[in-house]
């Protein structure tokens, strides 16, 4: 089984940054794709960026140009850097991660921007 934990949630004003992280462990052989998705009360879980074992990326509309996923493939975690956050983006975010056709996710934690 593949363990995920997220850590660097928090409160914070609007226009400040969080930078979130996933660690995984367990059984890992080989990720594919990690990625941050969220969901806020009462919406569907949405994607916010993901990244793929080569590098390459994908973001949401809402957070291009703001946000920033990376990832360290030998020590299997994925970060996301937030900035010039808003409101709207309060919301929990959860780290999922692809390893042979199988996704994993993580608890989730939770971000919470004031106006």
């Known amino acids: 089984q593949v363990q995920l934990v997220e850590s660097g949630g928090g409160l914070v004003q609007a226009g400040g940054s969080l930078r979130l992280s996933c660690a995984a462990s367990?059984?890992?052989?080989?990720?594919?794709?990690m990625g941050w998705y969220r969901q806020a009360p009462g919406k569907q879980r949405e994607l916010v960026a993901t990244i793929t074992s080569g590098g390459g990326t994908n973001y949401a509309g809402s957070a291009k140009g703001r946000f920033i996923i990376s990832r360290d493939n030998p020590k299997n975690t994925a970060d996301l850097q937030m900035n010039s956050l808003k409101p709207e983006d309060t919301a929990v975010y959860y780290c999922?991660?692809?390893?042979?056709?199988?996704?994993?996710w993580g608890q989730g934690t939770q971000v919470t921007v004031s106006s």
């Open positions: 367990g059984s890992i052989f080989s990720i594919n794709v």
């Open positions: 999922k991660v692809s390893q042979r056709s199988r996704d994993y």
